[in-house]
């Protein structure tokens, strides 16, 4: 590992920012520093956004079928450094390395998808809408655009967006998390070998400032965040303030609904996995299960045995099912939630606090946390707690985990699961929510479905991935055509 400072990529060429504030970057598991990255200030913001002004006439002439051969030299690159790029993630952000890979394969899907975009840019057209008079509507790329990432996939989320933003014809920049910025930088290293012509992508590192300037700037025309819902609802009223298109993805609280005729093994299986996988900082991490009726006899018991027996540990190692949060800020906060959960009523069923990993003594380690009896009028029944904590609440009839659900502040996704067909409709067509899962505890839409999202979980009309995608990173142009 470097500690050397990392580099913006600007005009493809990667450039020292001219900042002197640089963070540190550290593995989470051990407490080493691995890098230092850069806070860019605006005028490193403004240097990649002329730059990917000035490719961005000759990038939306280029054909679409030759635009997508550097999506699939891309695609090629991801699969020949997959493993490495894998176990940068696991470093920097603490995952386990299956968990990275599954993120990567992710990413890679999305390149995938928008190699199809000659198909999904396609308009329309209807000819005699007079006589001797046509009409049609054509997509035109958006222009200079630009993603800002959050910590918790520091590989795949900007695949929601990049792919399709290049395939449709715009210039890009990514601003990925001051907290993980080493996954992006290899990343880039492989967008520098696939010949893409000057400043159609560009990297540029940084913090709130950074953020800023890319919302300022009136040559970046559109914004795709995910991050939290304090800074996606500031990202969303400062970018459309500005006239710009943005699509902004929040925080969540993901219940999970379990009736008494559910698979009881698929049921544990789905909502540990869910809970605690990736430590819980997933934006589909189930944080509360809702037992209705019988089902909380063997659901409680099961749960509790599956939590305390989680390995956890450093993400590189052999057998390691669950690795640190982000910071030892993190833990504390999540420490600090589950006290305020026990204040507010709840029990603790399983104590996952001041967790010290032998080798690891100075990692930010919490264990699996389950809150059992939480108050379902209390504050930690609705704020995002994003670390390794499932919530218990008891209700009588799927009535009331739907009202429950529907009661939330996020949208994200909610999960039953039950073996009655009939159930499963009622709560898919009632849940006010933007990702279902029948018997699945992580909804996480493939790629060539959008990644939806209601509520305070998303901000904006159209979400990342597939056609939701080439919608947002195209304008629909409308021509009325008659010839003589
Ligand atoms: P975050 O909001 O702290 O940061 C996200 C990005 O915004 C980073 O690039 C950061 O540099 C920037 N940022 C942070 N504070 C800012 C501010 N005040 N002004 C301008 N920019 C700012 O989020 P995070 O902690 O990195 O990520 C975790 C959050 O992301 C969780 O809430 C999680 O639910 C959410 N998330 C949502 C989805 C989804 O699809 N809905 C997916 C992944 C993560």
Not at 280 to 297: F, H, I, K, P, Y
Not at 346 to 360: E, F, N, Q, W
Request: with cysteine.
């Amino acid at each position: 590992m470097t500690t050397e400072p990392l580099q913006n990529y600007i005009n493809n060429e990667w450039q020292a920012s001219n900042i002197s504030e640089y963070l540190d970057v550290v593995n989470p598991a051990t407490a080493e520093v691995i890098a230092s990255v850069p806070l860019s200030p605006a005028t490193e913001v403004d240097r990649a956004a002329k730059a990917a002004a000035e490719a961005l006439d000759e990038w939306r002439r280029t054909p679409p079928t030759e635009r997508i051969q550097y999506l699939f030299k891309l695609k090629n690159l991801l699969e020949e450094n997959f493993e490495e790029i894998s176990r940068t993630i696991t470093i920097e952000c603490g995952k386990t390395v299956d968990e990275s890979k599954g993120e990567m394969r992710r990413a890679i899907e999305n390149v995938e998808v928008a190699c199809g975009i000659p198909t999904m840019m396609q308009g329309t057209n209807l000819e005699d809408i007079a006589s001797g008079i046509d009409e049609f509507m054509i997509r035109q790329p958006v222009g200079v655009c630009a993603a800002i990432a959050p910590f918790n996939f520091p590989g795949m989320i900007t695949f929601w967006f990049l792919p399709y933003a290049l395939a449709c014809g715009n210039t890009y920049i990514v601003k990925p998390s001051e907290k993980v910025p080493m996954t992006m930088e290899k990343i880039f290293q492989l967008l520098d070998q696939i010949g893409l012509p000057k400043g159609v992508v560009n990297l540029v590192h940084g913090g709130v400032e950074t953020v800023d300037a890319i919302l300022d700037h009136p040559t970046i025309k559109a914004i795709s965040f995910v991050g939290s819902t304090a800074t996606a609802k500031y990202v969303y009223g400062r970018a459309t303030a500005n006239g710009k298109r943005a699509q902004c993805q929040g925080g969540a609280k993901n219940p999970m609904i379990v009736l008494p005729d559910a698979d009881a093994d698929m049921t544990i299986r789905g909502i540990t996995e869910s809970a605690f996988g990736c430590a819980g900082q997933r934006c589909l991490a189930a944080s509360l299960t809702l037992t209705v009726g019988d089902a909380q006899d063997w659901f409680t018991e099961s749960i509790a045995d599956a939590a305390a027996s989680r390995v956890v540990g450093y993400g590189l190692e052999e057998g390691v099912e669950m690795g640190p949060v982000i910071t030892p800020q993190s833990a504390s906060r999540i420490e600090g939630l589950i006290q305020q959960g026990v204040e507010e009523g709840a029990t603790v069923l399983v104590d996952g606090r001041h967790a010290k990993i032998p080798s690891y003594e100075n990692g930010n380690f919490l264990r699996p946390t389950i809150l059992q009896n939480l108050n379902r009028n209390g504050e930690i029944a609705r704020t995002e707690i994003f670390g390794p904590v499932l919530g218990l609440i008891h209700v009588d009839t799927i009535d009331d985990a739907i009202a429950f659900v529907n009661s939330g502040r996020h949208g994200n996704m909610a999960c039953l699961f039950t073996s009655s067909g009939t159930s499963a409709r009622k709560f898919r067509y009632e849940a006010q929510i933007g990702n279902i899962g029948i018997n699945v505890g992580v909804a996480a839409p493939m790629a060539f479905f959008p990644f939806s999202g209601w509520k305070e979980s998303f901000f904006g009309d159209l979400h990342g991935q597939s056609h939701d995608a080439v919608d947002f990173f195209t304008q629909k142009k409308v021509v009325v055509e008659r010839w003589f």
